[in-house]
């Protein structure tokens, strides 16, 4: 392996680990899309309250993955945005909403009233939820583009990537993304609950608590039932893989992927095992209340381990439905060696960033 | 592509309004972070509760204000790869880095520390949470600095190479990206420019107080560290904006002329102060560009070559590629009819070169190659078809930069003032007259701030990267209206959160939060 090739394979690792940090994080979302339900309107102070001091941590892993892909994959970035607008349009929506309503809703004067903001925060936590699920999708079930990068000389129309003119509805409607985008969902719904549970441990709250605890079951055993529809649909789907320049349409890539990584299968195994474990202990066990970190964690590891099913052994990331060629890969969409290593020394400060993170974490429980 | 001219237009549209709405909330942020950090640190030190009540009143204004700042800054970041992806590709890996550096060192440290500034006074101890306050704002400018090194690299492109296998931009120095004397001089120019705003937006709010015989104590308070920063931030912006002029007068010298709505340049250029443009005049025609105009005998020259004989091309003077020398002779630039003959040589080549990696031919692909890189610094000329589509919006970025010039001296005049009669002459403070200027100066501050990003953006048009790529060839295949749908949906969400935004600053401000400030201790 050559320095390119390492470093493409290290950024890959490390926008799974910020796409795993931001699955982790949409327990925040999880939680918005259950404030109208009206077995939670008594507590719907407390929760707001219990993920408002959050929210900003979510959206800043969601712009910081954004960044990250740009820079480290830019025909990704270039392809999937300028393509799927109206995908990606409608996250970016769902996150407008998000941002403002948790600072304008309680506040005098805010124009809209607060049962509108919570609404705006419902549609950021259930829509926002499903539409990221289908962006990550795709990334398995493909997308429908071409690339040719020799457009660019053509003055009438030099756009190297063309999208279906649809851009971006037909992957909303596409059953197999939506399976995916459901399942995030109900993840981070599950997840949410497991926070509630794990915060709420005042006098006051332990009514809430139980409540929440109840419903880790139901939205849990949901989420398992989606995900293994997903995995399911995942390892029978053909992939494409890339060899020496020509790419091809390859049955059971995933299902490959898994049986020839051994390391990614173990890190996907603990991290189903670990989710389970965190939905069960909270459910069995009045006392537990660390569910959220299990399964939390768990949940980063299935993401992770996902991401590299999806880029490593010659495995095209995101698959184009109606030209194979213009498929890509993280060799043939990333940036050159010289941004990479720049990027690469930039990276460096993560664990202390994590650290920061971790520490201010722990000072504001 | 249908109607290509229709989609540039209404993405440049939508782009421009994220723009707009997002640096509506930006300076306020970056500036008004730095003066709660300020009262705070005078709180920390005195322990007066009355400098509590001060930082937690101005605080909870910045709160509602950095929310919707942070909604509109992650649209910017998208559009890039929704409605300009062909910019995307061809410069992603330039432009990408200093995106995901901002992410990395600014955003983390504001989202975190913001968190503990907001919601920590009762769960940290008050070094720690001065602490935080100070990193959100430091946080806040590191962030302004990633963006603005990426603004002005598509002002300034350096650091870069072609690479014709990949039919892209690579990046080959980053320090050169990083550390460009127009970012700097744009972070400083930008950051400052924030503190004035935050510094007027105090001292406005104040004056208001003082008007409504509310709050004195606390409104004098505010005013002498909103004035003192806004002042401080005036004196940096004065020296950045001419060290900024020098810049634009060497890298782009179009936007120059455009903003001083010069044709022919001259040495000794004088400086138009104050003039009405006439709407006769064309670049085709020799009508006088000014119906009336005031005037500084040599002004432009000192302030674009810091020399009063200094010669400043116009807009005539550019296109034909004309120069004057110190010594006064007539040297022959490059023309921009050459400059797009030179272009179509590069796109040429860049075909020729793609045939010739196709074929395997690599003699042919070396002289293609070397064609390519003699004619690639005028790139993008090679997508316009005439000299004059290389010609910024005269009028608009003309008046924008007088707008900006004019009320930025009267607001100088302004802040110097109250920041003065703060801490020397309280009693001025008592001319109703005056107070009523330092509440008309926050739209005016706005209306300043927002005419400075026009002229910078505005000037620089038709290029979205200087000579290398124009907008035309920067955009995504998507149809005009899609772009027309997603902008006036975004414009209608924008507008109703503005409106939110500002109806509660509105209800903080007038319900008076500090009804118990008296009885605090000092």
Redesign the interface.
């Known amino acids: 392996m050559d320095s390119l090739e390492c470093l493409q394979i290290y950024w890959w690792l490390l926008i799974a680990v910020l796409g795993a940090a931001l699955v982790f994080m949409l327990f925040v979302q999880g939680g918005q899309s259950m404030l109208l339900c009206k077995r939670n309107a008594p507590y719907r102070p407390l929760m707001i309250e219990i993920l ?3 929210w ?2 979510t ?2 892993t ?3 993955f ?3 892909f ?3 994959f ?2 990704f ?7 799927a ?2 995908l ?2 409608l996250i ?2 769902s ?2 909403l ?3 309503s ?3 809703r309680s ?6 009233g607060e049962r509108t903001y919570d609404v705006f925060l419902f549609i950021n936590g259930s829509v926002g939820c499903v539409l990221l699920g289908v962006a990550v999708g795709m990334m398995f079930f493909g997308g429908e583009f071409t690339v040719a ?2 457009n ?2 053509d ?9 279906s ?1 649809t ?1 971006g509805l037909e992957a909303i409607f596409c059953w197999k993304n939506l399976i995916f985008g459901f399942a995030v969902l109900f993840l981070a719904r599950t997840m949410a609950l497991l926070y509630f549970v794990n915060c709420a441990h005042g006098k006051d709250e332990k009514k809430f608590a139980s409540s929440q605890r109840g419903a880790v079951l139901v939205n849990g055993a949901i989420f398992v039932v989606l995900f293994l529809a997903f995995l399911f649909v995942l390892l029978t789907s053909q992939g494409v893989e890339a060899v020496d320049g020509s790419y091809c349409q390859v049955e059971y890539k995933y299902l490959d992927n898994f049986l020839s990584m051994w390391w990614v299968t173990m890190v996907f195994l603990l991290g189903v095992i670990a989710v389970l474990w965190g939905i069960l202990s909270t459910v069995l066990s009045d006392k537990s209340r660390n569910g959220i970190w299990w399964a939390g964690i768990g949940a980063a590891a299935v993401v992770v381990s996902l991401f590299c099913v999806a880029g490593y052994n010659g495995t095209a990331y995101y698959p184009s439905l109606i030209d194979v060629n213009s498929s890509l890969t993280i060799h043939n969409s990333s ?2 060696l ?2 990479l290593r ?2 690469t020394w ?2 460096i ?2 664990p202390f ?1 994590l650290g ?2 971790a520490y ?1 974490w722990k ?2 429980r | 592509m249908e109607d290509l001219t229709g989609l540039v237009d209404w993405s440049r549209a939508q782009f421009a309004l994220t723009a707009m709405f997002h640096w509506l909330f930006v300076p306020l942020t970056l500036g008004l972070s730095v003066i709660v950090a300020i009262m705070e640190t005078i709180y920390y030190r005195t322990r007066s509760q009355k400098w509590l009540a001060i930082t937690k009143f101005w605080m909870l204004l910045f709160a509602v204000n950095f929310a919707i700042g942070v909604a509109t800054g992650i649209i910017l970041e998208f559009e890039f790869g929704s409605n300009w992806s062909n910019y995307s590709w061809f410069v992603g890996d330039i432009f990408g880095a200093p995106l995901a550096i901002e992410g990395l060192l600014a955003f983390f440290l504001e989202a975190t520390f913001g968190a503990v500034m907001f919601f920590g006074w009762k769960k940290v101890s008050p070094k720690f949470h001065l602490t935080a306050t100070w990193l959100t704002a430091i946080g806040a400018s590191i962030s302004a600095l990633w963006i603005l090194v990426a603004n002005a690299w598509m002002q300034y492109p350096v650091g870069m190479e072609f690479d014709p296998a990949q039919m892209r931009n690579v990046m080959d120095d980053f320090t050169a990206v990083a550390l460009s004397p127009v970012a700097i001089h744009k972070f400083i120019h930008s950051v400052s420019s924030g503190w004035i705003l935050a510094g007027v937006f105090v001292t406005g709010v104040s004056c208001w107080f003082l008007l409504k015989k509310r709050n004195r104590d606390m409104a004098i308070r505010s005013i002498k560290v909103g004035a003192s920063v806004g002042l401080a931030g005036m004196l940096l912006t004065l020296w950045s904006g001419d060290s900024s002029a020098v810049d634009v007068a060497r890298v782009q010298p179009m936007k120059l002329a455009a903003m001083e709505g010069l044709y022919n340049g001259s040495c000794g250029q004088e400086l138009v102060g104050l003039a009405l443009l006439n709407p006769d005049k064309t670049l085709q025609n020799d009508e006088n560009p000014y119906l009336f105009d005031i005037s500084i005998p040599k002004g432009l020259s000192l302030l674009a070559t810091h020399s009063t004989d200094g010669f400043v091309p116009g807009i005539n003077d550019l296109i034909n590629g004309i120069e004057i020398t110190p010594e006064g002779d007539t040297i022959h630039t490059t023309s921009y009819a050459e400059r797009i003959t030179m272009g179509k040589t590069a796109h040429e080549a860049l075909r020729a070169y793609g045939e010739a990696q196709s074929a395997g031919d690599e003699a042919a692909m070396a002289v293609a190659s070397q064609t390519l890189k003699d004619n690639y610094q005028y790139f993008g000329y090679g997508y316009l078809e005439s000299p004059y589509d290389a010609v910024p919006p005269v009028g608009l970025t003309f008046y924008a930069f007088r707008l900006m010039v004019i009320i930025g001296g009267f607001l100088l005049l302004v802040i110097a003032v109250m920041a003065f009669a703060a801490m020397r002459r309280q009693n001025w403070l008592a001319n109703k007259w005056l107070l009523w200027i330092g509440v008309i100066s926050i739209p005016l501050v706005w209306v300043c701030s927002q005419a400075g990003w026009v002229t910078a953006e505005v000037g620089r048009q038709p290029w979205i990267i200087q000579d290398i790529m124009p907008v035309q060839a920067a955009i995504s295949a998507v149809s005009t209206s899609t772009v027309m749908i997603s902008f006036w949906a975004f414009a209608v969400v924008f507008t109703v959160f503005l409106a939110a935004e500002i109806c509660i600053m509105l209800k903080q401000i007038s319900r008076g939060s500090l009804t118990d400030y008296d009885s605090l201790s000092d």
Do not use: C, D
């Open positions: 408002g001091h959050k900003e941590l959206f800043t969601l712009v910081v954004g960044g990250a740009f820079a480290s830019p025909l970035y270039s392809t999937s945005f300028g393509g607008y109206w990606w349009m970016l929506f996150f407008i998000q941002a403002v948790y600072e304008f506040k005098p004067g805010n124009l809209l990068k020799g660019i000389l003055g009438s129309a030099p756009v190297i990537s063309q999208w003119s851009h940036s050159s010289f941004t720049v990027m930039v990276s400060v993560t960033v920061y993170i201010v000072k504001m």
